[in-house]
T-cell receptor, first 113, second 114 residues
Framework: NAGVTQTPKFQVLKTGQSMTLQCAQD?????MSWYRQDPGMGLRLIHY???????DQGEVPNGYNVSRSTTEDFPLRLLSAAPSQTSVYFC????????????FGPGTRLTVT | AQSVTQPDIHITVSEGASLELRCNYS??????LFWYVQSPGQGLQLLLK??????LVQGIKGFEAEFKRSQSSFNLRKPSVHWSDAAEYFC????????????FGKGTHLIIQP
């Protein structure tokens, strides 16, 4: 049981490039979410999904897209990276929406130059 | 809108001393409250949670927290800290059965002095 996995661990992008951050969980959790962590800001919710085929926006969704084609995977796409998206990104999952006991992945540190 | 305030950005404690990290929340109904710990370069690990019932909750690694509704607080405590407790600590609130995730405080950085 690997829990929540994220790839890559580190990434450097140039402004305007696109990329996908991968997130997978093997706990059969319905709820998955993406947060970004910035110094002095705590964690802020980007997007979330309450089940396969269902996604919604969180507090800071601009510049990010998500999809949920399977229960296990919840990729986060940056369509045109900007320096303001330099951050550490965490994926999390919980058994159900509203369960709130979320399990976090190890994070992806993204730098946009 | 719900919010969480962690008033202390940094706290320095001597090894073996007691610890209290403060957390105040704003939420319209009964909140679900959490404390997470993040070691350097790592993800977040759940220390403890409060959903209902006994207002003093026990967690992992010898931590406990007390929910005080009248003060809108959920302070984290440990009677004797160890050098390995040095980390970033986050308080978070959620609730209402909604799907909009957790709201986190900005974190408290704990430094342990030998």
């Amino acid at each position: 049981n690997a829990g929540v996995t994220q790839t890559p661990k580190f990434q450097v992008l140039k402004t305007g490039q696109s990329m996908t951050l991968q997130c997978a969980q093997d706990m059969n959790h319905e709820y998955m979410s993406w947060y970004r962590q910035d110094p002095g800001m705590g964690l802020r919710l980007i997007h979330y999904s309450v089940g396969a085929g269902i996604t919604d926006q969180g507090e800071v969704p601009n510049g990010y897209n998500v999809s949920r084609s399977t229960t296990e995977d919840f990729p986060l796409r940056l369509l045109s990276a900007a320096p303001s998206q330099t951050s550490v990104y965490f994926c999390a999952s919980s058994l159900l929406a509203g369960d709130y006991e979320q399990y976090f992945g190890p994070g992806t540190r993204l730098t946009v130059t | 809108a719900q919010s969480v305030t962690q008033p202390d950005i940094h706290i320095t404690v001597s090894e073996g001393a007691s610890l209290e990290l403060r957390c105040n929340y704003s939420y319209g109904a009964t909140p679900y409250l959490f404390w997470y710990v993040q070691s350097p370069g790592q993800g977040l690990q759940l220390l403890l949670k409060y959903f209902s019932g006994d207002t003093l909750v026990q967690g992992i690694k010898g931590f406990e927290a007390e929910f005080k509704r009248s003060q809108s607080s959920f302070n984290l405590r440990k009677p004797s800290v160890h050098w390995s407790d040095a980390a970033e600590y986050f308080c978070a609130v959620g609730g209402g059965g909604g799907a909009d995730g957790l709201t986190f405080g900005k974190g408290t950085h704990l430094i342990i002095q030998p």
